[in-house]
């Protein structure tokens, strides 16, 4: 039967996007529809919803929306479908890596450094493939089957995938590290919709949480493949490898060895030391002996850094072989069992082996029981050595009663050896050669010796007790030990007598059994006054000190004439200048030190004499015998002496040794002279001066000086060497070995054969100069001879050689001519500032002829000679800086030694100033040439300005110059 009408209003159904919900919206109306159940049904029905709804609700929500007072619409659920349940996507749950404070500081470099993610998808597809594949029949005549076989590959294609680079969170991890743990993803399932349709969940995004380098996944984990920044964004993470460098040691198979392994990482952090790496090797058990060395270790660290490429199992312990030996000492009374395990891939060490060993030394063990159980010990143990297990001890021999040494010279008595020591401290650089460990302070003992003195002697030793070795045979006993000698400079060892090979002062360092010893130069100064009979004169005989002896200085002089008496008329300067010459030559003897002042007349003068030569040995009544008449050489305006103006009453004198000499004992003296000597004013009274170098006589009351020297005959044997400050002339020749020198002319008449001839002004060698490699002539004014044959000439002036020269060596600032028409300049080298006139240069054979002109030459010598003053400065100002150093505790002698080397400095550099002028000077060029009027012959080397002419083929008639336009030595023919 029909349904009543229960409401009235306008009815519609709405569903929801989903379609999950149906709802029915009535809005009450009087004026409206009127609506029941089966009008509802069929609205449903319209809108193709299934099945019929309750009749029981449907009534009741009809009911009450048709009572309702307003026209609010109302709503009733009708239908309702089922959501899909959605799928669950990957997640990860990231673990606690916080980024460390020493890595912080690199991260917003290493962040902004940084490319964009690189992020790929992996796409997996299956290809079909058919192979044809044939079947043999059943049986053997029936025909082959052909099947098709359907086989599917699997391809894999890596996609690059774009993704939003927002980074959303940064951590850090080491490799190897847990960065977190992946959940799968979770399927969603189907809903249902209001129509009965199947509602499906929206898809999971393909691919999943992307992953970068350096991010790998086992099963569910993420593990970090390197150190560095974990970069988060939305779906993806990557790894920014920044690595401290990382470094282990583990243990291999065998249980011994330990194999470091290495990884560079980021060059800004430092590197392991590999102190550090061998202390772990040795915490966990290794001996220091058997790792490798720190050098080798470090070389393998820094090689890995520079190729940044690991280092993988480096074995730290040297590469051994197994090793078993019985050792046994020298004189076989003991015997020890060595084993060493092999390391570093050798074989181990095995007991067949040891057994071997044992066998072979055949020794026997005392404990055979107790060794086995040693070994067995060691082999199961993890030390890699078994050292000195002992086999087998027999009976060492002892040493018998030691030698000694006893002194047989005299220590000097300890006051004397303090000021020694002292004095030593300021020369020890001199000594010191061969780091013989012999310092001042460390001196037990010295000693004053001769040469050929015993110094000490070694005692005889005895033979101790006899011992028996491991194999049964006696051992004879040891004789004592030798003392620990070391002999230095000057000593001797002959036996067991140490004898001294110099004399001077020995030096002692004597401890317990140790015996140090050498010898260094010692001697003071000597000084040895002679006084006059008369007290008149003192005379000294000076020896310089040798090493640290007591200076020969003027102070020291001083002391001992004071010592002796002598008071009054010491000449300081003469002191200086003589103390000054005995240092440079090694003694000198008879230098007058002080005089006495002879007691005036009255009426007469008093005479100060100022010849080197004392008057009364000029007249010979210095008691030496000698007859009047002895004669002593002076220059030109050399003053001889000086009168005091006549006293009226006389004048007082006195002796050296200061004692008074009244006038009434003084004689009057008459000092009468030729034209040879003039007198000139010297304050009230006049003084004697020479007028022409000679030689000076004075036979007690003639002064005179006599200007020329004739040799009659040869100079050699019977003459002696001749030096004479004015003329000389020899008629003969001069011998080998011999020297003339003349502060004026030389006139030779003969030959000089292998002699010296110097000469003020000119030198003349009538018959030539045979020098045999060894004579030498130089002259001021000019030389002129025959001929010169290896020989050396010297000259300021010309030199002319009238037949020429052949393998010597001439110097001339003016011109050198060789006037004969063949006339040879052959072999040697010539250097003539003015040129060089000559008929033949060179000669057939080739021989080499160095030619040079144009330059001052003397001023080379003098470059040459300062040089040697240069480096001779800076040597002793090197000596004077080690002198200083071991001064440092002494002021008094810092201070003088500093005094010294200032003057050294300031002389240096005067030296070094006078070298730049010399140099300029020799630059300066001179107006010559080379004349030949004959030949020239290849062999001949020219040289001017320090350009260098060849000659390669003779030519004749020729002259050569140095042209300054052009910078080169150019010739041109003789008119």
């Not at 319209?46 to 048709?66: M, Q, R, V, Y």
């Not at 490429?309 to 197994?322: G, K, R, S, V």
């Not at 004697?688 to 000679?694: D, E, I, S, T, Y």
Request: some cysteine; hydrophobic content about 40%; glycine content about 10%.
């Amino acid at each position: 039967m029909a349904n009543s009408v229960i409401a009235k209003g306008d009815a519609t159904i709405t569903i929801n996007p989903q379609e999950t919900e149906a709802k029915l919206i009535f809005t009450p109306d009087p004026d409206g529809l009127g609506w029941d159940v089966d009008a509802v049904n069929k609205l449903a029905a319209e809108n193709n919803l299934t099945p019929p709804l309750n009749p029981k609700d449907l009534e009741a929500f009809l009911s009450k929306a048709g009572r309702a007072k307003t026209k609010d619409p109302h709503e009733m659920l009708i239908y309702q479908g089922l959501l899909p349940e959605e799928a669950v996507p990957e997640a990860i749950a990231w673990e606690a890596l916080p980024v460390p404070a020493d890595m912080a500081v690199f991260q917003k470099e290493t962040l902004d450094a940084a490319s964009l993610p690189e992020l790929f998808r992996v796409k997996v597809e299956r290809i079909k493939k058919e192979k044809i594949v044939k079947k043999p029949g059943a049986l053997p005549f029936m025909p082959v089957k052909e099947e098709t076989v359907v086989t599917y590959d699997k391809k894999e294609t890596r996609e690059e995938v774009m993704v939003d680079p927002v980074v959303k969170e940064i951590k850090y991890a080491d490799k190897g590290k847990k960065l977190g743990t992946v959940t799968p993803p979770k399927p969603g399932k189907p809903g249902k919709s209001v129509f009965g349709r199947p509602l499906q969940p929206q898809p999971l995004p393909e691919g999943g949480f992307l992953l970068g380098a350096g991010i790998g996944r086992e099963k569910n984990d993420l593990v970090a493949q390197a150190s560095g920044f974990v970069r988060i964004g939305e779906n993806w993470a990557d790894m920014l490898a920044l690595a401290k460098p990382s470094w282990e040691i583990r243990t291999g198979a065998d249980g011994l060895t330990l194999f470091f392994t290495f990884h560079p990482g980021d060059p800004r952090f430092a590197p392991p030391k590999a102190e550090d790496i061998l202390a772990e090797a040795k915490a966990k058990g290794a001996a220091e002996e058997s790792l490798v060395s720190s050098d080798s270790l470090d070389g393998e660290i820094q090689e890995a850094l520079k190729t940044n490429i690991p280092l993988e199992a480096f074995p730290l312990l040297q590469a051994w072989e197994a090793t078993a030996r019985v050792d046994i000492n020298p004189d076989n009374t003991k015997a020890a069992l060595y084993l060493r395990k092999g390391t570093g891939g050798y074989q181990p060490l095995e007991m067949k082996a040891i057994s071997q060993v044992l066998k072979d030394s055949k020794v026997q063990v005392a404990e055979p029981e107790k060794l086995k159980e040693a070994i067995n010990s060691f082999l199961q143990s993890k030390a890699l050595e078994l050292k000195d297990y002992v086999l087998a001890q027999g009976k060492p021999s002892t040493r018998g009663k030691d030698k000694e040494l006893e002194l047989s010279v005299p220590l000097l008595p300890e006051n004397q050896a303090k000021v020694i020591r002292e004095r030593l401290k300021g020369w020890w650089d001199e000594i010191r050669a061969g780091e013989d460990g012999l310092l001042p302070d460390e001196i037990t003992g010295f000693a004053l010796v001769e040469k050929g003195a015993v110094v000490g002697k070694v005692s005889a030793s005895s033979d101790g007790e006899a011992g028996q070795d491991i194999f049964g045979k006696v051992i004879p006993g040891l004789p004592g030990n030798d003392p620990d000698l070391k002999l230095f400079r000057g000593l001797e060892l002959h036996g067991s007598t140490i004898t001294a090979g110099k004399p001077g002062l020995l030096l002692i360092k004597a401890e317990d059994r140790n015996f140090r010893a050498k010898l260094v130069d010692y001697q003071d100064a000597k000084v040895a006054v002679h006084i006059s009979s008369d007290a008149m004169e003192a005379r000294a005989d000076l020896i310089p000190e040798a090493g640290a002896g007591i200076d020969l200085s003027p102070e020291n002089v001083l002391k001992v004439l004071n010592a002796i008496g002598v008071k009054k008329g010491i000449d300081k300067d003469t002191v200086e200048k003589a103390c000054a010459v005995a240092k440079a030559k090694g003694s000198v003897a008879g230098v007058i030190v002080a005089t006495g002042v002879l007691p005036v007349a009255k009426g007469g003068s008093a005479v100060k004499w100022l010849v080197p030569v004392s008057p009364p040995q000029l007249a010979g009544e210095d008691g030496t015998g000698e007859a009047p008449g002895k004669t002593v050489q002076v220059k030109a305006n050399t003053p001889i002496a000086e009168l005091s103006e006549p006293a009226a009453e006389g004048k007082s004198g006195f002796d050296v040794k200061g004692n008074e000499i009244p006038s009434d004992k003084g004689a009057a003296f008459v000092l009468e002279h030729d034209d040879s000597i003039t007198e000139e004013a010297c304050g009230p009274g006049k003084r004697l001066v020479a007028a022409k170098p000679g030689e000076l006589s004075f036979d007690g009351k003639v002064l005179e000086i006599a200007s020329h020297k004739e040799i009659n005959g040869d100079v050699g044997p019977a003459t002696g060497s001749i030096n004479f400050p004015g003329e000389v002339k020899i008629s003969g020749k001069v011998l080998p070995g011999f020297a003339v020198i003349g502060g004026l002319s030389v006139f030779v008449g003969g030959v000089a054969e292998g002699a010296l001839i110097s000469s003020g002004g000119k030198a003349t060698i009538a018959q030539g100069i045979k020098g045999g490699s060894k004579g030498v002539v130089r002259a001021h004014t000019a030389i002129e001879a025959a001929f010169s044959e290896k020989a050396t000439l010297m000259s300021v002036g010309d030199i002319d050689l009238k037949n020429g020269s052949i393998i010597s060596f001439i110097k001339t600032n003016g011109k050198l001519t060789i006037a004969a028409e063949k006339g040879k300049l052959i072999g040697g080298v010539c250097q003539a500032r003015n040129g060089i006139d000559a008929a033949n240069v060179g000669s057939e054979t080739g021989g080499r002829t160095e030619i040079s002109f144009g330059q001052d030459y003397l001023i080379k010598d003098q470059i040459e000679a300062t040089e040697e003053q240069i480096n001779k400065a800076k040597s002793d100002i090197a000596k004077v800086d080690v002198k200083i150093k071991v001064s440092i505790k002494n002021p008094e002698s810092l201070e003088r030694v500093r005094v010294v080397k200032v003057k050294l400095i300031k002389n240096l550099e005067q030296l070094n100033l006078k070298l730049f002028t010399l140099r300029e000077k020799f630059e300066e060029h001179h107006e010559s040439e080379l004349r030949v009027r004959g030949t020239i012959y290849p062999g001949v080397v020219i040289e001017s300005h320090g350009r260098y002419y060849e000659i390669k083929q003779s030519r004749s008639n020729v002259v050569f110059y140095f042209a300054r336009d052009a910078g080169r030595i150019m010739e041109k023919a003789l008119i």
